[in-house]
């Protein structure tokens, strides 16, 4: 094998990894030494992506949008399991009791309609004034692009594109990056505005001086440091180990989909494996539940999650997976589809804000800004912007908010079924755009109703 630098596959990955990690470093540099920027709790990823995206922009950093894809992807589901191995707190019980997993699931479904239903106004109304040539159903692609990101953004995009919407696959990325733009920017300005009001306390990680005992760092039940093994190591195999079975489990899915309903699978298997951060989560979660039944039942004698270790392993992921998703923000051609572009982008934004400032202070009462920041985050871009403002006031994670996330999402699955039939009724005919619009504003009802009434009973 030819180790030297010419053998490109050896020595890229490398390369753009030392790259992303000298423009963190100097990124910490810079908010360390520049008041201005300490000021404005600029998160020291946030700041790396932006300056790896204009340099990638300008031509002067040669590092493939592929590669920064890629590295987002898995790292954003590798940091999900790293927080789905931990050992949950006896304090998350009475989530359970609010049925806030599934409350989160009805709110992330929420903004999803109210987008849908402010970017079908928008389309709708141009296609029959400004703009007659306009694609009435491009609003759908507005909650595509904010709500799920740019990997649903992409395919729905494309499919209108086949329907007749001309750049209609650029029209939805591009909605994409402005929501992952509205996340950074107006929730890091909205960070700002409630620290000076004393609202909130943005936190930074504690030092603790002095040493730190094997008994202070190590509790009875869990592997000795005296073990051969290390025990970062065990924890790193875990996660690895996890992400392994969720690949196999979710190749096992969509290959006996495509097998038994081709016509299914076309429309299934890109959101099996666009939403592997949740089963990986959630198998996460399984094998939580294992280790303890194992150690009830004497098989186990030692635990193996570490949480201190895991929270670790997830903020280095989390860090990665912020810099590698801003540096990947992609404005293609938007020429003749600037107005709707603006409108929703604008509006998009606004009403999202809106809707979760009053429905967060319904499902999250004792967390209210940590769950709204995490939502606004995830619902204006991916759950990495989500991540990356909770992480500002909770650093942690030890409010229940990052979970919601993933709780949420998995319930969002069902909760958002009936969004796919909505999507394929749209464009077909005016009458069933508007069909669908009555649709959206109905189940937008009833999942506020859901959120608002419905409660556990108590045994």
């Not at 306009?134 to 759908?140: C, M, N, P, Q, R």
């Not at 929730?187 to 202070?216: A, E, W």
């Not at 270790?309 to 589809?337: K, Q």
Request: glycine share 10%.
């Amino acid at each position: 094998m030819d180790y030297s630098w010419s053998n490109a596959p050896l020595w890229n990955p490398v390369i753009s990894f030392g790259i992303l990690a000298g423009i963190m470093l100097f990124s910490n540099m810079l908010i360390r030494k520049v008041v201005l920027l300490r000021k404005l709790l600029i998160p020291t990823a946030v700041l790396a992506g932006f300056i790896v995206l204009a340099l990638r922009e300008s031509g002067l950093l040669p590092i493939r949008v592929e590669f920064l894809e890629i590295t987002t992807y898995h790292t954003i589901a590798l940091g999900f399991i790293a927080m789905g191995l931990r050992v949950p707190d006896k304090k998350d019980a009475g989530s359970r009791r609010e049925l806030t997993g599934a409350k989160s699931g009805a709110l992330i479904v929420g903004s999803y309609l109210i987008q849908g239903i402010v970017g079908l106004i928008i389309s709708a109304g141009l296609s029959f004034t400004l703009m007659p040539n306009l694609f009435k159903a491009a609003g759908i692609l507005l909650p595509m692009g904010y709500g799920q990101g740019p990997g649903q953004a992409n395919n729905v995009g494309s499919t209108y594109e086949q329907l007749g919407f001309a750049g209609g696959q650029s029209f939805a990325l591009s909605l994409a990056a402005a929501g992952y733009l509205c996340a950074c920017v107006v929730g890091i300005i909205y960070l700002n505005v409630l620290r000076r009001k004393n609202l909130i306390h943005v936190q930074t990680p504690g030092f603790v001086s002095g040493s730190i005992s094997t008994d202070t760092y190590q509790m009875e039940s869990e592997i000795r440091v005296s073990e051969s093994v290390d025990r970062f190591s065990v924890q790193a195999a875990l996660v690895i180990l996890v992400y392994l079975a969720t690949y196999l489990i979710i190749r096992g899915i969509t290959s006996l989909l495509s097998a038994a309903a081709p016509g299914a699978a076309n429309m299934l298997n890109s959101l099996f494996w666009g939403f592997n951060f949740i089963f990986g989560a959630l198998l996460a979660m399984f094998c939580g539940v294992l280790f303890r039944w194992l150690t009830k039942a004497r098989v186990m004698t030692r635990q193996y999650p570490d949480n201190y270790l895991l929270s670790r392993i997830s903020g280095v992921l989390f860090d990665v997976m912020i810099i590698c998703g801003i540096a990947s923000i992609d404005f293609s051609d938007l020429e003749g589809l600037w107005l709707p572009f603006l409108l929703m982008a604008v509006l998009g934004g606004a009403v999202t804000i809106v809707y979760l400032l009053w429905i967060c202070k319904i499902i999250y009462p004792d967390y209210y800004y940590e769950g709204f920041f995490s939502m606004f985050g995830m619902m204006t871009g991916t759950i990495s912007s989500g991540i990356l403002l909770l992480r500002e006031i909770d650093p942690y994670f030890k409010t229940p908010a990052a979970n919601n996330l993933l709780t949420g999402s998995g319930f969002a699955i069902v909760f958002g079924a009936p969004i796919l039939v909505l999507i394929a009724l749209a464009p077909q005919s005016t009458a069933l755009l508007f069909l669908t619009l009555a649709v959206m504003i109905v189940y937008f009802i009833l999942l506020m109703l859901f959120i608002a009434k419905v409660r556990r009973q108590k045994p």
